[in-house]
């Protein structure tokens, strides 16, 4: 069964940090290109980041760029977002999602999400 | 940056009436890149449509997409209880429209 679970959610204090992982199974990891996007709570859904299938490429969101790190590990199968200098705002579950095949950003796979609250 | 705007906000509509969802692009939009998603209260969101019109793995014909340019249109011809849920429309430049949410009424 393809499956993605994510985990390393929690509540951290503003200015704090939080490393979110995100465990694949069912599909050559290393052959897809993979994304975070986040839902903030009672709101829509918003783009984080991408990294391509060989870490080559990365993009972020204006929001998260330069406080916001991912990477991953093929060899473990494994996603990760580094989210340091964490606001209030970055307040919400966070998806990891498989990219398709033929498009970085059509999302065919989701986790189950990992809540982050941000609060003093 | 393209802006995708949905309406309406809400549908209140009646099991086995017909659903017919919208989202406009702010700027023209390849067909090619656009999708839909379905997401219910506490889950994950799930791909119902890509490329405008085509259905994903194991999605039910009771869905279909239609569109071009700036102009693109989620149809259920019949709901069913399981699609009462929030519906997001996607331009695969990692935009999203704020999604409608189909409730019963």
Redesign the interface.
Known sequence: EVQLVESGGGLVKPGGSLRLSCAASGFTFSSYSMNWVRQAPGKGLEWVSSISSSSSYIYYADSVKGRFTISRDNAKNSLYLQMNSLRAEDTAVYYCARGNSSSWYLFDIWGQGTMVTVSS | EIVLTQSPGTLSLSPGERATLSCRASQSVSSS?L?W?Q?KPG?????LI?GASSR?TGIPDRFSGSGSGTDFTLTISRLEPEDFAVY?C?Q????????TKVEIK
């Open positions: 890149y999708a998603y997401q889950q994950a969101p799930r791909l890509y994903a997001y996607q695969y430049g990692r935009a999203f429209g704020q999604g």
